[in-house]
């Protein structure tokens, strides 16, 4: 299974770098930049074809590619010969005036944002089906026993049902995470429904530092029913099936799922292997009996081998020009979401955590399909092409932040060109683009440190 994540995420993640670069491509053919090879993957090509001036290769390593231009790298030859500007060479990178350059450096991230604009139409033309929890909450803090969080402070209840935050309407649960965990430390002003009564409330979500989420303190509420029963799974060898309603566990009422994690919380001292734990569960209006024996990760995460009856939820599905006008809002709201979380890495979250590099990306994209594979082929590509939008909209912002050899700072280089009217020094630009690599080369080691630390955690 392991492979088949790596291949999903390496496929995922090479079409969304395969997508900027073709950007850089066609931009620079239109501005009339040559362009000497265009590459699909990375590494020493073993298949290569030219096609008029161009070198069409497919490189070893399937991730990403990129596209090489004519004299891109000519400042580093004037500097070594102590030129005071790049000589022009006809249909060179550095021959093109200072605004052209922009387009072709902007051309990348714009790809990414018109594919993940037209991948959120394509999913919402289609329409898809979520299966989440409904709407219905229960306090972290009774569960977590001896935690204080957000929501008590907020007045909230175990079973209220979350119906608006800050006027948008609430009918799942992953709708109630969504907008907590985009406004960290933002006061929200709730509705919920209790008793048959609403009663507006209000709360301000903390600021999770291992991710840069908001946090209030909630778990889902949903009716420990069984929905599904993996075979050789600890439910199935306890004679569990799908319908089942759990009553108690160990002796202790379960009211709902979220009751579970502490009586199946492992502790330091306790027995090697697991101990039975009893449970009274009913089917078909009468109360059985068994006894379940858990299973559990390297970091005490209990397996019991089943899944819960959620709630199905099925979008609408949009006409074409409904569909490209939800794709375009979902992804200027992907990007706004992008660009607050990319400030909160400046407020104490840690970077280890919330930062990602391409080994973790790539686990993650592969996972994410994986599980949406093995529920349908539909789900599948669904989920795998809502991850990619979401990649690419992260890979343009990064793309267009100011720093040295990333498209903006090219940008950035080229508007200085623009303002004083004459070509920049070729030391200038190698210093500029050495600090670059340096500063790339430094933030990729401690990515990977982090995705590291994230792999050997799971």
Known sequence: MIIVKILLGLLGLGIVVFVHELGH???????GIEVEAFSIGWGKPFLRKKLGAVE???????LGGYCKMKGENEFR???ENRQNQVEPVPGSFFAARPWRRIIVSFAGPFFNLVFA???????WGIG???????????LASEVDRG???????????????VISINGKSISTYQEIQQEIALHPEEPLALVVERDGQTLPLSTTPALDKSSGAGRIGVYYWAEPVVDEVLPEGPAALAGLESGDLIRAVNGEEVPYTAALIPLLKRGNDAPEPPAPLPIVYER???LRETAIVPRYDEAGNADLGLGWKLTAVRSPRYSLPGALAKGAAETGRFFAVSLKGLGLLFRGVDLTKAVSGPVRITYMVGDAAAAGFGRSAGTGFGVLANFLALISISLCIMNLLPLPILDGGMILLFLIEMLIRRPLHPRFIAVFQTAGIVLI?????FALFGDILYLSQG
């Open 25 to 31: 491509f066609l931009a620079a053919r239109l501005v």
């Open 56 to 62: 069409y290769r497919l490189g070893v390593f399937p």
């Open 77 to 79: 030859e004037a500097w």
């Open 117 to 123: 604009a037209l991948v959120l139409s394509c999913i």
């Open 128 to 138: 898809f089906t979520i299966t989440t929890p409904e709407n219905r909450i229960v």
């Open 147 to 161: 935690e204080r969080y957000p929501a008590d402070d907020a007045g909230l209840a175990t079973g209220d049902r």
């Open 284 to 286: 078909a209006g009468q």
């Open 441 to 445: 080369a430094a933030l990729m080691l």
